[in-house]
């Protein structure tokens, strides 16, 4: 079982990048998934999640408005469509899938515990 994430990359201020997560197994199409991130130094923090349906999404309020969730079942891929981009927004991101199925208010607050994490892929936002 095996997440995969990729697209991460060098953009500058006010650009954009689209991140992808391939889980290895369509059993994940029925799991709630989000995307975390750490920056160097800090704590990782919970990014954007969303319901097994695509019907639900949850954001961190620093990336409500720029960021958007979505996945395709048919193809066991989430993404993540960064837009205006900030140094901030510098780190390593991960993606993660609840197999507890917990609501994504709760997964927001987590940063152990869930069951199945990827291997994170680097965004560097330039000033």
């Known amino acids: 079982v095996q997440l995969q994430a990729s697209g991460g990359g060098l953009v500058q201020a006010g650009g954009s990048l689209r991140l992808s997560c391939a889980a290895s197994?369509?059993?994940?199409?029925?799991?709630?998934m989000a995307w975390f991130r750490q920056a160097p130094g800090k704590e990782r923090e919970f990014v954007a999640g969303?319901?097994?349906?695509?019907?639900?999404?949850y954001y961190a309020d620093s990336t409500k408005g720029r960021f958007t969730i979505s996945r395709d079942n048919g193809k066991n891929t989430v993404y993540l469509q960064m837009n205006s981009l900030k140094p901030e927004d510098t780190a390593v991101y991960y993606c993660?899938?609840?197999?507890?199925?917990?609501?994504?208010?709760?997964?927001?607050?987590?940063?152990?515990?869930?069951?199945?994490w990827g291997k994170g892929t680097q965004v560097t936002v330039s000033s």
């Open positions: 993660a899938a609840d197999r507890k199925g917990r609501e994504l208010s709760i997964i927001a607050t987590m940063t152990t515990g869930i069951d199945y």
């Open positions: 197994e369509r059993t994940f199409s029925i799991y709630p």
């Open positions: 969303i319901s097994w349906t695509g019907g639900s999404t």
